[in-house]
């Protein structure tokens, strides 16, 4: 048996070349790489402290070993109002670290406040969010492929301080508005080149039926494909949706699991869900080797030797005529460094049979 240092050896004298290239796939995102979700679950089991932060979002209520987180949903706020305290400085409370959190994670180091896209650069100084699971999301979300479901709630009714997340329920009124992002595939790079997606516009919209009243959109927020991160203006659910948003100073709001009745209510009024698609994208390198007949038709396999009884057998070939028309069987090629450190070993489909008399050509796919 043979094995190939393919990178070290072969390149270098011109035997082995490479090519590189980017493979774009896209998948629904939910389970099953399905593209709609229709049931949404919290669990019971998350830690009570995490959600003044946020609600972990799952596909079903079962406990099975399975179900799968999908999403998240938190408020966030500026200044930190509509949440308590939590033992240190008077702002410092969960929905100012969720607004931080998000700052330091979307913005530029000079930018300190999230702004609308529309041509008036509205400033977004408290916010809902939704953050999609990395292992769901994969590389980015797909922009132009997802959609949100949101459903107008009864909070019009209620004095802000009592709307909090335990007294939110869906409007009677069984509204339900759609938000997509502002673009399509056509104009995103999707990773090519090492190009990251544009930030995007959260407008008023349906997949099928593009932006409502495209020539002036309603602007909801921003959508960040490549960090799996969408934000909503708090304000902009407030007036479309009722909302009423808790931002009293030291209150318990609850205001995300107003997003969570939002979206889970949407689908039983309607059975619109939330739609999405995520993209993942890899890197295949492809080697194509040329065996030339000189080479590799010998092996250090202890087969191939014979047994060592004396001294003087050291080195002979067990079998004798080896010694001049020698046989191999190609098994695997290595992937070595520069400073001869195996990386990598590709495994051939079946051992290539290799002597004096013929040639090799391999292609090793890498994939990563």
């Known amino acids: 048996m043979a094995t190939i240092d393919f990178a ?54 079962s406990s099975a070993c399975d179900n799968q987180a ?3 949903v938190a408020y966030g706020h500026i200044s930190g109002s509509g949440s308590v305290n939590s033992g240190g400085e008077s702002s410092d409370t969960p929905s100012r670290a969720i607004y931080s959190q998000y700052r330091l994670l979307c913005l530029d180091p000079n930018e300190t406040t999230f702004t609308h896209r529309d041509t008036s650069s509205t400033k977004i100084n408290n916010f809902y969010v939704i953050n999609f699971d990395r292992d769901k999301v994969g590389d980015k979300l797909d922009p132009g492929n997802f959609e949100i479901s949101i459903a107008t709630l009864n909070g019009g009714s209620h004095a802000n301080s009592f709307y909090t997340g335990s ?28 190009i990251p997606s544009n930030i995007r516009a959260l407008v008023s919209g349906t997949i099928d039926g593009g932006i409502y009243n495209s020539t002036s959109p309603t602007y909801y927020g921003l959508v960040y494909p490549d960090l799996g991160t969408i934000i909503i203006d708090a304000q902009m659910l407030n007036t479309s949706a009722s909302f009423n948003t808790v931002t009293g100073s030291n209150i318990a709001g609850d205001n995300a699991m107003k997003l969570f009745k939002s979206i889970s209510g949407s689908a039983l009024i309607n059975n619109s869900g939330f739609t999405a698609r995520a993209v993942d ?6 080697y194509f080797i040329r065996v030339f007949n000189r080479d590799f038709n010998y092996s250090n396999n202890p087969t191939y030797i014979s047994p060592l009884t004396t001294p003087a057998e050291y080195g002979k ?14 098994t695997s090629i290595g992937l070595y460094n520069d400073q001869k450190e195996l990386l990598a070993v590709a ?15 391999i292609t090793v796919k890498l994939e990563y």
């Open 8 to 61: 070290n050896v072969h390149k270098p004298v011109g035997r082995a070349t490479d090519l590189t290239e980017k493979i774009i796939f896209t998948r629904g995102l939910w389970s099953d790489n399905t593209g709609e979700l229709l049931t949404f679950f919290t669990s019971s089991t998350q830690n009570s402290s995490s959600k003044a932060y946020y609600y972990q979002v799952w596909l079903s209520a």
């Open 70 to 72: 999908v999403f998240s």
């Open 167 to 194: 007294n939110v329920s869906v409007s009677s009124s069984n509204s339900v508005i759609s938000l997509i992002d502002d673009t399509s595939d056509a104009t995103d790079t999707l990773g090519f080149g090492g």
């Open 281 to 286: 994208i890899k890197e295949q390198d492809f």
């Open 317 to 330: 070939l067990a079998i004798t005529p080896f010694q001049y028309e020698p046989t191999s069987y190609i």
């Open 347 to 361: 495994k051939v489909s079946q051992p290539l049979q290799k002597s004096y008399t013929g040639e090799l050509s």
